[in-house]
């Protein structure tokens, strides 16, 4: 048996669905709102004065925190389903499909949210590994449930999740350094092979 790991952001997709799903969930006015409003916050982190976990906790709880678990993942199982499909690189799509007729198992491996991760990953048949929100009674606590998904972290949570040694031979795809350290994983790496 082999495997396949996929970053999604910049690897399979042409830009960052943070962004692109904020803006779709609140509209381009108060996205941009409220960049102007976490300005500071965002300089630190370009500064690296801030962690990427941190700026992206703080980003999320900014726009979302105290929704409801039901309005939130109603707009995130819409973004999953109409929005992804056309930001996606389809020679990434073309190289998970191969994997896929090759028999071998198909994982993304992203910091991104499930919420909106989940629908379009299951109509791949590829199974997914991501950052998760916390929840409580019913909302959003601006909080993650688990650690963010990145750097090692990623290669964290593939080992919790597969016993690597079981698999022949492993395939890692990605494209920023929060990637590295799950590409050192692999038998065979790719770094920005789609663009």
Known sequence: ????????????????????????????????????????????????????????????????????????????????????????????IEKLRWHQEQGHKVVIVSASMKSWLKKWSDAQNVELISTQLEIKQGKLTGKFATKNCHGKEKVNRIKEQYSLEDYSYIYAYGDSSGDKDMLKLANEAFYKPFL
């Open 1 to 92: 048996m082999k495997i396949a790991f996929f970053d999604f952001d910049g690897t399979i997709t042409t830009k960052d669905s943070l962004p692109d799903f904020i803006k779709f969930a609140i509209g381009k006015p108060k996205y941009y709102l409220g960049l102007c409003l976490l300005s500071p916050m965002l300089l630190a982190y370009v500064l690296k004065l801030l962690p990427n976990h941190i700026a992206k906790e703080k980003m999320i709880s900014y726009y979302f925190k105290g929704w409801s678990e039901n309005t939130f993942q109603a707009v995130a199982d819409e973004y999953s389903v109409n929005n992804i499909e056309p930001i996606v690189r389809h020679k990434a």
